[in-house]
C-alpha cells in the first residue's frame, strides 16, 4: 500500500498490480445514512431438490449417530461411555478455536463448519469402525496380527471417509472455498469430530472400563489421566494434520481451473494423508515388536513434529495471504470508483479490521459496528469472486451469469453497509472519491480536488461520486480491459 511515486490520477493503478479481467460495473450514487437495523445479505431459496438433500444429509448424520452411540454404550457400558464422553470433550473446544481463527478474514457458514465436524464424528467413525471390524475378523481367520489392520487398514478407511464431507462441499457448495485455509478448516473440523469420537473409545474402553474391571474405579480413573495426557496433550494434533493433507490438495482444486490439477491435487493430498496415518500407526507396532522404543522416539521428532511446525506455518501464511488479498484485486473496484484507498487499506489487517469496527462503534452505535462486520464480510467475499474470475474458474455461462449476479449482490450490500457510517464522523472531513482523487469541503466553505496520500489514511470514509446507472453486468458482453472510472462531474457541489 505504499506507491514508489507520488499520488496522481493512477494512484489506484499503484495499490496493486492487477492483470485485466471481468468489467467493473460503474459506481453508484451514494447511499443516504440509515438509523435502521444493518442489511442482510440475500438469501437462497430452499427448492424442493436441496431440501432432499438437506434432508438426506441430515438423516444420514443422524442415523450414524445413533448407530455409534448404541455401539459405543453396547461396548463400553453407560458409566465408561460418560466419562469417555466428558474426557474426550475437553480438548474439543480448543481445536476447533485454533482452526476458527485460522477462519477469521472470511468466516464460512456455520452450517458447513458443523456438517464437517459432524460428518468425521458420525458418519467417518461409523465406517470406519464398521471397516476395521471386519479386517480385523479377517486377519484373525488367516492367522495374522491385529496390528495389521491399524497399519494398513485403518489409514485408508479413516482418511478416506473424514475427506468425504468436505468433498462434497466442493462439488455442491464450491463458491464458498476459497483456497486452502478453508481445506485445512473443513478437514481439520471433520478430524476434530472424528478424534473426539474415537478418543471415547480408548479414554472408556481401554482406559476407565478395563482397568475398572480389574482393579477397581481407582485404576481405571488413572488409566484414564494416563491416557488422557499420552494421546491428546501430546498426540491430539495427529488426526488434524493427517487430514490436513487433504484438505491442502482440495483447496488448490478450489481455485484452478486446470481440470487435471481440480482431479489430481485432491487425489495426491489424500494419498499423503492415508501415507502420514499409516506410518504413524506404524512406529508403535514396530516399537512393541522389536522393544526398541527409540523408533517411537526417532518417528516422533524426526517425523511427526517438523510437519505438523511446517503445516502450522502453512496455516499461518495461508491467513496472511488471505487478508492481503483484498489488496491485490479490491483496487480494481477503487478504479472503478466502487471503494475508496482508505476502505482497501482497512482491510489488509486483522489489526486495521478491529479498529474500523471501534472507529464504527463511536461514530454510528451499535449498528454501525454490525455494518462494519457485515461491511468487512462482503468486501472480503468481493474479493474472493475477483480472485476467481481472474483465476478462470467460470467457464460455463451460468456461472458466469451467477458470479456477475453475485458481485452486484456484494456491492450494492457493500454500498448499503457504508451508509451507516460515512459522513457521520465530525472529525473526518466532508470529502468524496472520484476514482483518482479526493474532493474535500474545507473550512472556508469552498471544495477542492486533493490527490491521494502516498499511503492511505485508515479510515477516511467519504462518499463516493455519483456515476452513471450500473449497466452491463451481464458477463456475455465483458471486454478483455477493466472499465476506466466515471469522470468528476465539474458542477458537483
Request: hydrophobic share 50%; glycine share 10%.
Amino acid at each position: 500500500m505504499r506507491p514508489d511515486q507520488p499520488a496522481a490520477d493512477r494512484y489506484a493503478d499503484r495499490m496493486a498490480d492487477t492483470p485485466p479481467g471481468s468489467p467493473l460495473p460503474s459506481s453508484p450514487a451514494p447511499a443516504a445514512p440509515s438509523v435502521g437495523e444493518a442489511p442482510r445479505m440475500p438469501l437462497r431459496r430452499l427448492g424442493w431438490r436441496r431440501f432432499l438433500v438437506l434432508a438426506g444429509v441430515v438423516l444420514l448424520i443422524a442415523a450414524c449417530a445413533v448407530f455409534m452411540v448404541f455401539r459405543l454404550g453396547q461396548s463400553l457400558g453407560v458409566q465408561a461411555l460418560l466419562i469417555g464422553v466428558v474426557a474426550a470433550i475437553l480438548p474439543v473446544p480448543v481445536l476447533v478455536a485454533c482452526f476458527l481463527w485460522l477462519d477469521r478474514y472470511e468466516p464460512e457458514p456455520l452450517k458447513y463448519l458443523i456438517f464437517c465436524f459432524a460428518w468425521g464424528a458420525f458418519v467417518s467413525t461409523a465406517a470406519s469402525l464398521t471397516v476395521n471390524e471386519f479386517a480385523a475378523n479377517r486377519f484373525a481367520d488367516w492367522g495374522l496380527p491385529d496390528a495389521l489392520t491399524g497399519v494398513l487398514v485403518a489409514p485408508f478407511i479413516e482418511e478416506l471417509t473424514k475427506a468425504l464431507g468436505p468433498i462434497l462441499l466442493l462439488v455442491f457448495r464450491r463458491r464458498e472455498w476459497s483456497g486452502i485455509t478453508d481445506g485445512l478448516v473443513y478437514c481439520g473440523l471433520s478430524a476434530v469430530g472424528f478424534a473426539m469420537v474415537e478418543n471415547i473409545l480408548y479414554l472408556g474402553g481401554l482406559g476407565y472400563a478395563s482397568g475398572a474391571d480389574r482393579y477397581g474405579p481407582a485404576t481405571g480413573t488413572q488409566q484414564v489421566i494416563a491416557i488422557f495426557i499420552v494421546r491428546i496433550l501430546l498426540f491430539g494434533f495427529a488426526h488434524p494434520l493427517f487430514t490436513s493433507m487433504t484438505g491442502v490438495g482440495l483447496g488448490i482444486a478450489a481455485r484452478t481451473a486446470d481440470r487435471r490439477v481440480r482431479v489430481l491435487a485432491p487425489i495426491g493430498g489424500l494419498l499423503l494423508a492415508m501415507m502420514l496415518h499409516g506410518t504413524w500407526n506404524l512406529l508403535p507396532t514396530l516399537t512393541q515388536a522389536t522393544g526398541q522404543a527409540l523408533i517411537m522416539l526417532y518417528g516422533f521428532l524426526g517425523l511427526m513434529v517438523p510437519v505438523f511446525f511446517g503445516m502450522v506455518g502453512l496455516a499461518v501464511w495461508l491467513r496472511a495471504w488471505e487478508g492481503r488479498l483484498t489488496e491485490r484485486t479490491l483496487p480494481d473496484y477503487v478504479r472503478a470508483g466502487w471503494l475508496s484507498p482508505p476502505e482497501v487499506a482497512a482491510l489488509s489487517s486483522l489489526g486495521r479490521r478491529h479498529a474500523a469496527r471501534s472507529w464504527a462503534r463511536r461514530v454510528a452505535g451499535d449498528a454501525g459496528v454490525r455494518a462494519m462486520r457485515g461491511y468487512q464480510f462482503a468486501a472480503t467475499r468481493l474479493a474472493l469472486l475477483r480472485d476467481g474470475t481472474l483465476r478462470g474458474l467460470d467457464r460455463k455461462p451460468a456461472d458466469q451469469e451467477r458470479t456477475a449476479r453475485e458481485e452486484r449482490e456484494l456491492l450494492d450490500a457493500i454500498s448499503a453497509y457504508r451508509s451507516f457510517f460515512v459522513g457521520r464522523d465530525p472529525q473526518a472531513p466532508t470529502g468524496v472519491w472520484d476514482g483518482s482523487r479526493y474532493h474535500l469541503r474545507f473550512p472556508d466553505g469552498i471544495q477542492r480536488p486533493v490527490d491521494a496520500p502516498d499511503e492511505p489514511v485508515v479510515p477516511i470514509p467519504v462518499v463516493l461520486a455519483p456515476a452513471a446507472p450500473p449497466v452491463g453486468y451481464a458477463p456475455s458482453g465483458w471486454p478483455a480491459a477493466l472499465r476506466p472510472p466515471a469522470p468528476w462531474p465539474p458542477n458537483h457541489p
